[in-house]
């Protein structure tokens, strides 16, 4: 307790003393220190500008005065100069040593130096930092050397005494002059089904074709000579899909009897059925390189299911209402499916899930094809005809002009896209440039209703010399190359016009 006091008396009567003191020690401490502060820390930017009455009222008070009125003196009978920032680049933050690249300029008239620093609009000083008198492109400290892309750097052009920066204006993408193709005729007119057409494939050996109809057969016609050679019975309701294996003897078809059957034509028997659908099964497709069978139907869902064991390998969920077309390829992604929902998917076979989904349709998406040698699809929606990259979907270009509801699309290794729709018209496109080098609407079958004109399904035969169409007036069409038509007698009518590559 004795000690404590002790210190407590000794404390008060230092600050006695300090206090007592006619050149406290502590004063004169602070104000060197304050002046060494703002030496160290704000020496760079104590040339700012100050207004000229407070240079006029205001002498050297104090030792931050003295230093300040030391580098720039002010005396009380000249008039003051303004030192004018923004004028020339500069580092702006405190403690960056000045250069003689960074110096500040002086600027000799007063009026002058008023007009800029105070009255100057603040789009007006942007634009002066940015063209500084040096011509050296100003940098703030610890700026990244990279350089800007090209597209972002902007140009200045001079119109008169005026400055403006621009971007420079990239120049519209041009449709290429397309490919020509000879046009299509109608030679031949196959009848035979006593419902629409729904379904057709040509066999690997390029012998005969096969359709399938709402009368629920099936039947397999001569390609050469488009006689009947033999009709399948067994679906009890519309037969929607049908496909020739390349790896077996086999023919598998699909229908809205749920039923997806698979056919020994050594036998013309079925030897298999796969059960799992709930609903009409809308189309199938074969994988290219294994023993493997994908059908989509109403129900949702796509099913991936092994040719053998008839096993269902994956459910593809996902959809939210009818599938209406399936492919397959051996690359990736395996499977593509198309629907009512009006997307597009592409699904990984070995997962059995989604990979990507493709949203730009607005309507539904009921035809997809895939080009024979490129890595690109098309896929069909009553708003337009889209083209898509491999593997991840990026979109190429619309194809428009087919406003119809499209139920089928073929693709040849030409470049030969055919797109037919459900008011029985058919539009040819040159598969690079989306061309629409022809259009086609044949005559219905005699005895039938003019609206009975409807395309349901088409294909190319092996050769693709031939060119086959499923239609509603219960026929089979079948066209061919005009071998008289050159490009004389066909031009392409074509113009650079700007391509429309939007994406909705």
Known sequence: MKRASRCSQSLAELKLYLAGTSTPIFSRYHKRKMAIKLRNEYGPVLHMPTSKENLKEKGPQNATDSYVHKQYPANQGQEVEYFVAGTHPYPPGPGVALTADTKIQRMPSESAAQSLAVALPSQTKADVNRTAPSGSEYRHPGASDRPQ????????????????????????????????HPPWKLYRVISGHLGWVRCIAVEPGNQWFVT?????????????????????????????????????????????????????????????????HLSAVYGLDLHPTIDVLVTCSRDSTARIWDVRTKASVHTLSGHTNAVATVRCQAAEPQIITGSHDTTIRLWDLVAGKTRVTLTNHKKSVRAVVLHPRHYTFASGSPDNIKQWKFPDGSFIQNLSGHNAIINTLTVNSDGVLVSGADNGTMHLWDWRTGYNFQRVHAAVQPGSLDSESGIFACAFDQSESRLLTAEADKTIKVYREDDTATEETHPVSWKPEIIKRKRF
């Open 212 to 276: 399938g109809s709402a009368d629920r057969t099936i039947k397999i016609w001569d390609l050469a000579s488009g006689k009947l050679k033999l009709s399948l019975t067994g679906h009890i309701s519309t037969v929607r899909g049908v496909i020739v294996s390349t790896r077996s003897p086999y023919l598998f078809s699909c229908g809205e009897d749920k039923q997806v059957k698979c056919w020994d034509l050594e036998y013309n028997k079925v030897i298999r059925h796969y059960h799992g």
């Open 149 to 180: 892309p090209p597209a972002m750097n902007s140009i200045v052009m001079e119109t008169g005494n005026t400055k403006n920066s621009a971007l420079m204006a990239k120049k519209a993408p041009t449709m290429p002059k397309p490919q020509w």
